[in-house]
């Protein structure tokens, strides 16, 4: 028998390998893109970037070192250089379909940092697994802009799993609505009518803003956001905005509130400040033809009627005044139950008479209007 060369003996000391095949090697050297190992065969192996993970940003030199050993899949025997392509990402989403497969069964919650935000939903990956999320199920409210996810670490549980396709679906929807209905009944088993509540303000619209409260959002109506007139509650408030309100009212799921604090009710002592006779300052806050509506301050509005501003005859109250203006009149009648002032410029100007001319005069000359008629008139 003839004697083998060398390079024949060492030839037939290495395994062969075949591709498919799941063989153990040794890191001999690691770039940023690519990790060599020796397999026991006589070409060294190639595991890239691209096959180790499906994370785009990962540097190799910080996942391995020379003189670890992993498990690799071979993709190829020969790449038409002489090397050896393997994967280890392959073999990993294997073995990670499985560890899907029983979260699936089980549903299980995983956790996984958002690798990807799409057109249309999110993109995970669990065990080099690739999931997706679609937009659908990202919440249980519709969000156009998914940016904000971008790298978070969120929960979810897997809501269909076929490998054949290789197809992974996640739902984070459902552990958002569960979430949600567990805080809103700790909510309500704890909050009442009169309490006062830390909340932000989550969305701001023409008539009101809907406040968060942790659980649960309440509804704080324009006519409840000071004592005083509210323009928009776009100009008062903001979303983000944290404050402290009153609930005012719970019906159901239902909660509305107020920032109309006892304590700083204007009308508590409106009683000795506008007594009748008392001469008080206040701005002109809007008018009709019939009259204006004076601020003595924030929440209190006295009605200036248009026989009363001047001892001369007035077609218009905006005639003579502008809304803004400054004026100084007396009160000639105070209603603390319905909340009605009236006031007059005349009563100022005119000169002493008697109590019998007074009163006649009073009679004739100061009109009794229904502020929160027109109010409401007004605002429809």
């Known amino acids: 028998m003839s004697e083998l060369t060398f390079e024949q003996m060492l030839e037939e000391s290495l395994k062969t390998i075949h591709a498919g095949e799941v063989v153990e090697g040794t890191v001999i050297d690691v770039k940023p893109d690519m990790i060599i190992l020796n397999i026991g065969y006589k070409s060294d192996g190639i595991l890239s970037k691209n096959e180790y993970t499906n994370d785009t940003n990962v540097d190799l030199t910080t996942v391995a070192k020379v003189g670890d050993t992993m498990e690799v899949k071979v993709l190829k025997v020969n790449d038409g250089e002489g090397q050896v392509l393997l994967t280890y990402k392959r073999l990993a989403a294997d073995r990670g379909s499985k560890r899907i497969e029983e979260a699936f069964n089980n549903k299980e919650v995983l956790t996984a940092t958002v690798s990807q935000v799409l057109d249309g939903g999110l993109s995970v990956i669990v065990e080099e697994v690739r999931i997706f999320i679609p937009a659908s199920l990202v919440s249980d409210t519709y969000e156009k802009d998914l940016s904000k996810y971008a790298g978070q670490e969120i929960e979810f549980v897997i809501s269909e799993y076929n490998p054949k396709r290789r197809r992974y679906i996640g739902d984070r929807r459902?552990?958002?609505?569960?979430?949600?209905?567990?805080?809103?009944?700790?909510?309500?088993?704890?909050?009442?009518?009169?309490?006062i509540v830390e909340g932000t303000v989550k969305n701001v619209t023409d008539f009101g803003a809907f406040i968060d409260l942790g659980g649960a959002d309440g509804l704080l109506h324009i006519s409840e956001m000071s004592w005083g007139r509210v323009e928009h509650p776009k100009k008062v408030f903001k979303v983000g905005d944290k404050l402290n309100v009153l609930i005012k009212e719970i019906n159901g799921s239902k909660i509305a509130l107020s920032l109309k604090f006892d304590d700083a009710n204007p009308w508590k002592d409106a009683a000795s400040k506008y007594a009748v006779g008392n001469v008080v300052t206040g701005k002109v806050a809007r008018m009709t033809d019939f009259g204006a509506f004076v601020e003595l301050e924030a929440g209190v509005d006295a009605l200036l009627h248009v026989s009363q501003i001047s001892k001369e005859h007035v077609e218009k109250p905006s005639d003579v005044l502008n809304v803004g203006d400054e004026v100084t009149a007396k009160v000639v009648d105070f209603n603390e139950e319905d909340r009605k002032i009236s006031l007059s410029i005349k009563a100022t100007l005119a000169p002493e008479v008697s109590e019998e001319v007074a009163e006649e005069e009073s009679d004739a000359d100061v009109v009794s209007v229904d502020i929160d008629a027109v109010i409401a008139a007004e605002e429809e």
């Open 174 to 195: 459902q552990l958002v609505s569960a979430k949600k209905a567990e805080m809103q009944k700790e909510l309500f088993a704890k909050i009442k009518e009169g309490d």
